[in-house]
């Protein structure tokens, strides 16, 4: 028997696949212009951060490459949003909710979840690791200097 904790967690995901649904077709939708627009400005920033730390060629195309993989595995979990949402709504609707069925259901938008952290936790590395110590200092002072709002 599930505790009403576990139950009540599960109805929180499924709250917030809710209202990422609602924001994202606020947005444009699923792989709308405004996905497409926030990895044009990752990738911006990116690019500028690098700047000072002046990479080489290869260095920046491994870098690329890092950001690539890590946009393809964003790419990917946005994908499954829509048939996760369907699955979250049959759940919703059913007269009675099936907690082993909610149990599972959380456990797979949570695996979901890490795959995409372990794909930024890798770029992250990929990158750290092409860098010298000087040029991760240089692109750290960057963003020191130009982080916004939340960041600071």
């Given at each position: 028997?599930?505790s009403?904790?576990?139950?009540?967690?599960?109805?929180?995901v499924?709250?917030?696949?809710?209202?990422?649904?609602?924001?994202?077709?606020?947005?444009?939708?699923?792989?709308?212009?405004?996905?497409?627009?926030?990895?044009?400005?990752?990738?911006?920033?990116?690019?500028?951060?690098?700047?000072?730390a002046?990479?080489?060629?290869?260095?920046?195309?491994?870098?690329?490459?890092?950001?690539?993989?890590?946009?393809?595995?964003?790419e990917?979990?946005?994908?499954?949003?829509?048939?996760?949402?369907?699955?979250?709504?049959?759940?919703?609707?059913?007269?009675v909710?099936?907690?082993?069925?909610?149990?599972?259901?959380?456990?797979?938008?949570?695996?979901?979840?890490?795959?995409?952290?372990?794909?930024?936790?890798?770029?992250?590395?990929?990158?750290?690791?092409?860098?010298?110590p000087?040029?991760?200092?240089?692109?750290a002072?960057?963003?020191?200097?130009?982080?916004?709002?939340?960041?600071?």
């Amino acid at each position: 028997m599930l505790s009403r904790r576990t139950i009540l967690g599960s109805v929180a995901v499924l709250g917030v696949g809710l209202i990422t649904t609602v924001a994202a077709v606020a947005y444009g939708g699923p792989g709308g212009r405004h996905g497409m627009f926030m990895k044009r400005f990752v990738s911006s920033m990116i690019d500028e951060a690098l700047e000072p730390a002046q990479v080489t060629a290869e260095q920046r195309a491994r870098i690329h490459a890092a950001r690539d993989r890590a946009f393809a595995a964003v790419e990917t979990h946005r994908q499954a949003r829509r048939s996760n949402m369907d699955e979250a709504l049959s759940l919703f609707e059913a007269d009675v909710v099936d907690a082993g069925r909610l149990a599972t259901f959380r456990a797979q938008r949570e695996a979901e979840h890490r795959q995409v952290a372990d794909a930024v936790t890798q770029a992250i590395t990929e990158v750290h690791d092409v860098l010298t110590p000087d040029q991760r200092k240089a692109v750290a002072d960057w963003i020191r200097a130009h982080r916004r709002g939340h960041w600071n």
